[in-house]
């Protein structure tokens, strides 16, 4: 007998959404967010999004094997048909584990890891138009097994990248390397942390900000059956770091990865803001300060440097956030928002669903 088999595939879009502040009177800063509708920008996963000094903004996802990048140069009132910025056989993507992007002044970076464990990059010098894939990140072949980095840049045309990476022992550590604009070959890499018991938290992405010479990285740690947050400052471009230290009083004994990551900023004042989730809570802390719960849910980020944005998933909704307000705004349903805000001061989302 002849058997029939039905099968369903699934088309992840990805959507944006703006959020306005709203008029702030003479004597306060606004601190709330007008509600705004979403759009559909095009077919794919993983999105992650830059903003260049002269406001340009990039949105870089994944769509099968093929990475592809949308930009605008109004403010993101409109986008350009998605380029293709290159393929990779064995593309990771899901469980934010997807193709990074960030942007100086002069030239964009994005980065993607196959499931080889190896970090391909690719380079748009902005006059150009054109994207060329240069050289590997990993100077060992194989290392980042669970695909899971992120990447940044500051003004001067230098980038940075740290990821999760197994080499020597086939344990996870945080691992660094920056190059520059201009370079089509990345610094040899630096292992800047091991944890004692071993591995860091092996299936949470880690996060990274950079203003000037300063960087923070974020990632979370697994030390006595705990799964928490550490972070870790270079203030000489990364030639060192400092030894790292943990976020917030509370701790999260897990037999487990929680598969969640968090976000880290420097704000305009040099000023570091953190927001990470604990057993499905989420929370806000800065350096040496107790954490305060802000809401319920996972896959929080935050972005900004004037008025930071908080962004993230509880349950099916999608909920951005002033830090400096009490509102919440539901911008849209689906997974793995993220957000900028552009020169305006209006807040750019995107996720996928």
């Known amino acids: 007998m002849k058997k029939l088999y039905q099968f369903a595939s699934v088309l992840f879009l990805l959507f944006i959404c703006f959020s306005c502040n709203k008029p702030a009177t003479e004597k306060t800063e606004s601190t709330d967010l007008a509600e705004a509708e979403e759009q559909q920008l095009a077919a794919g996963r993983q999105p992650q999004v830059s903003v260049d000094p002269?406001?340009?903004?990039?949105?870089?996802?994944?769509?099968?094997?093929?990475?592809y990048c949308a930009t605008s140069s109004d403010q993101g009132k409109s986008f350009s048909k998605p380029q293709l910025v290159g393929q990779i056989d064995g593309l990771y993507l899901g469980m934010a584990m997807g193709p990074q992007i960030a942007s100086s002044a002069n030239f964009s970076k994005v980065t993607a890891i196959?499931?080889?464990?190896?970090?391909?990059?690719?380079?748009?010098?902005?006059?150009?138009?054109?994207?060329?894939?240069i050289a590997a990140v990993n100077d060992v072949a194989g290392v980042a097994p669970e695909g899971l980095m992120t990447l940044d840049a500051a003004g001067n045309d230098r980038f940075y990248?740290?990821?999760?990476?197994?080499?020597?022992d086939k344990q996870n550590k945080i691992v660094f390397a920056s190059t520059t604009g201009k370079d089509t070959t990345w610094s040899d890499n630096k292992i800047i942390y091991i944890s004692p018991d071993k591995t860091v938290c092996e299936c949470c992405k880690p996060s990274m900000d950079v203003k000037g010479n300063n960087l923070v990285i974020m990632f979370r740690n697994w030390v006595n059956g705990s799964?928490?947050?550490?972070?870790?400052?270079?203030?000489?471009?990364?030639?060192?770091?400092?030894?790292?230290?943990?976020?917030?009083k509370g701790t999260w004994k897990l037999e487990g990865c929680p598969m969640d990551g968090g976000g880290i900023l420097i704000d305009a004042k040099n000023k570091i803001h953190t927001?990470?989730?604990?057993?499905?809570?989420?929370?806000y802390a800065q350096p040496d300060s107790k954490e305060v719960e802000i809401g319920k849910g996972r896959n929080v980020r935050i972005s900004g440097t004037q008025n930071p944005v908080i962004s993230w998933k509880d349950g099916k909704e999608l909920k951005v956030k002033l830090l400096a307000s009490e509102q919440a705004v539901t911008v849209g349903t689906g997974s793995y928002i993220e957000t900028a805000v552009l020169a305006d001061t209006s807040i750019l989302s995107v996720w996928e669903n």
């Not at 406001?55 to 990475?67: A, D, L, P, S, T």
């Not at 196959?114 to 894939?133: P, Q």
């Not at 947050?229 to 976020?247: H, I, N, Q, R, W």
């Open 161 to 168: 990248a740290t990821w999760l990476d197994v080499r020597n």
């Open 54 to 67: 002269a406001g340009i903004v990039r949105i870089v996802y994944g769509h099968e094997n093929k990475i």
């Open 227 to 248: 799964r928490d947050f550490y972070f870790t400052t270079s203030a000489d471009g990364g030639a060192t770091f400092s030894e790292p230290v943990k976020l917030g």
């Open 275 to 283: 927001v990470w989730q604990r057993d499905g809570h989420i929370f």
């Open 114 to 133: 196959d499931k080889k464990g190896n970090i391909h990059s690719f380079s748009l010098e902005h006059n150009t138009a054109e994207w060329v894939k």
